[in-house]
């Protein structure tokens, strides 16, 4: 199973603005060039991520996006479930064939599915850019 194009450029985009000042807004354009993200498909993540609440925006000179909320508050799962609709779901169980195994493979992708589901509810914005600013902080501090 992959992951959707769509979030991960939803995640890009939201890592991008969280790594910002908290005063300072960045414009689609900046943000599609910056995540290597095709601009098209950036405005309508964008939007989807402002109506969720994840995001604000600011029309006008000095307009552009920023975090809707503190970045320690924002759960890599939360952008997920609103660009994707779900988290992951490795398997569907409702009406699976019983078969010698079939109650393993539905435990073992289960367990699986509530692993993964953990650690995107339990991973921060904030979790995922401090190693990057940490990173550049040394480089800035030598």
């Not at 603005?17 to 807004?25: F, Q």
């Not at 975090?67 to 890599?76: A, K, M, T, W």
């Not at 953990?118 to 800035?140: F, H, Q």
Request: proline residues 4%; charged residues 25%.
């Amino acid at each position: 199973m992959q992951f959707s194009k769509k979030a991960d450029y939803a995640l890009r985009a939201m890592a991008i603005l969280s790594a910002l000042p908290p005063d300072r807004t960045m414009q689609a354009q900046e943000l599609a060039e910056v995540g290597k993200i095709p601009i098209k498909f950036l405005e309508q993540i964008l939007l989807v991520l402002k109506r969720s609440g994840l995001l604000r925006s600011k029309r006008g000179v000095g307009g552009g996006y920023r975090l809707g909320r503190e970045c320690r508050l924002i759960s890599v799962a939360d952008i997920v479930e609103a660009v994707d609709g779900e988290l992951m779901c490795f398997l569907e169980e409702k009406g699976y064939p019983e078969f010698p195994g079939s109650r393993g493979i539905q435990r073992c992708l289960s367990e699986a599915g509530e692993a993964t589901n953990g650690k995107l509810r339990g991973t921060s914005l904030e979790d995922l850019i401090r190693p990057d600013v940490a990173d550049a902080m040394v480089g800035y501090g030598i």
